[in-house]
């Protein structure tokens, strides 16, 4: 038997029906009646708690970058300080975390940019410039020491980011690959040594003067 929500949990019901319908529909192909149907509340009880349908996009919005706010703190305790070999993996799976089980949040970012702008693209700016900063931050900072090579940093961040996010619908494109196939941990682990391979530099192989390949000794 259905129980009567309490008016606590209303608001979430709302918002988490929201997260759902335009993450599937779009802003402008969702309605509020829509919305209130799957919360199983009335549309009069909607909009008693949101003014505007803007304010359950923002709302919707909220509550998906929420549910990620923990692995957003990445670069904490001394990141800039850690080998690639060590960091980037985390990058990558953080982005790749996303991407695969909060694939609702890439979707409504991108409606937020194409279909309201204004406040939603604020929201987007709030919560992610920090994250996109702190990575491109990182790169810059090991390029400088010599640890990655030196490109633009932030084209590498937003290649990275797309990459992800992208890659494995663009794959199915592409006859024979399996990444679109792949599971969460395959596809950090194949990404990871993509991106190592590009950005860190090669060590040159010293040999003798003789050419015979063997390792020169320092006198």
């Given at each position: 038997?259905?129980?009567?929500?309490?008016?606590?949990?209303?608001?979430?019901?709302?918002?988490?029906?929201?997260?759902?319908?335009?993450?599937?529909?779009?802003?402008?192909g969702?309605?509020?009646?829509?919305?209130a149907?799957?919360?199983?509340?009335?549309?009069?009880?909607v909009?008693?708690?949101?003014?505007?349908k803007?304010d359950?996009?923002?709302?919707?919005?909220?509550?998906?970058?929420?549910?990620?706010?923990?692995?957003?703190?990445?670069?904490?305790?001394?990141?800039?300080?850690?080998?690639?070999?060590?960091?980037l993996?985390k990058?990558?799976?953080?982005?790749?975390?996303?991407?695969?089980?909060?694939?609702?949040?890439?979707?409504?970012?991108a409606?937020?940019?194409?279909?309201?702008?204004?406040?939603?693209?604020?929201?987007?700016?709030?919560?992610?410039?920090?994250?996109?900063?702190?990575i491109?931050?990182?790169?810059?900072?090991?390029?400088?020491?010599?640890?990655?090579?030196?490109?633009?940093?932030?084209?590498?961040?937003?290649?990275?980011?797309?990459t992800?996010?992208?890659?494995?619908?663009?794959?199915?494109?592409?006859t024979?690959?399996?990444?679109?196939r792949?599971?969460?941990r395959?596809?950090?682990?194949?990404?990871?040594?993509?991106?190592?391979?590009?950005?860190?530099?090669?060590?040159?192989?010293?040999?003798?003067?003789?050419?015979?390949?063997?390792?020169?000794?320092?006198?």
């Amino acid at each position: 038997m259905a129980t009567t929500p309490t008016a606590s949990e209303v608001p979430g019901r709302i918002a988490r029906a929201a997260v759902a319908l335009f993450s599937r529909q779009g802003y402008h192909g969702t309605s509020t009646r829509e919305i209130a149907r799957l919360a199983d509340v009335s549309e009069v009880t909607v909009f008693r708690y949101f003014d505007h349908k803007e304010d359950i996009f923002l709302s919707a919005l909220q509550s998906c970058f929420n549910s990620i706010e923990p692995r957003l703190n990445l670069f904490d305790h001394g990141s800039e300080s850690r080998a690639p070999e060590a960091m980037l993996p985390k990058i990558l799976s953080l982005l790749v975390d996303t991407a695969k089980f909060s694939p609702e949040l890439t979707r409504l970012v991108a409606i937020a940019f194409l279909e309201l702008h204004g406040k939603a693209e604020e929201v987007c700016f709030e919560r992610l410039t920090p994250l996109f900063t702190a990575i491109a931050g990182y790169l810059a900072t090991n390029m400088q020491n010599g640890s990655l090579r030196n490109l633009d940093p932030a084209i590498v961040t937003a290649a990275m980011a797309l990459t992800v996010i992208a890659q494995p619908e663009l794959s199915k494109l592409i006859t024979g690959s399996a990444l679109s196939r792949m599971s969460g941990r395959e596809s950090i682990d194949e990404y990871s040594r993509f991106w190592l391979t590009v950005l860190v530099p090669k060590i040159p192989e010293h040999t003798d003067p003789d050419g015979s390949g063997k390792e020169a000794l320092e006198v």
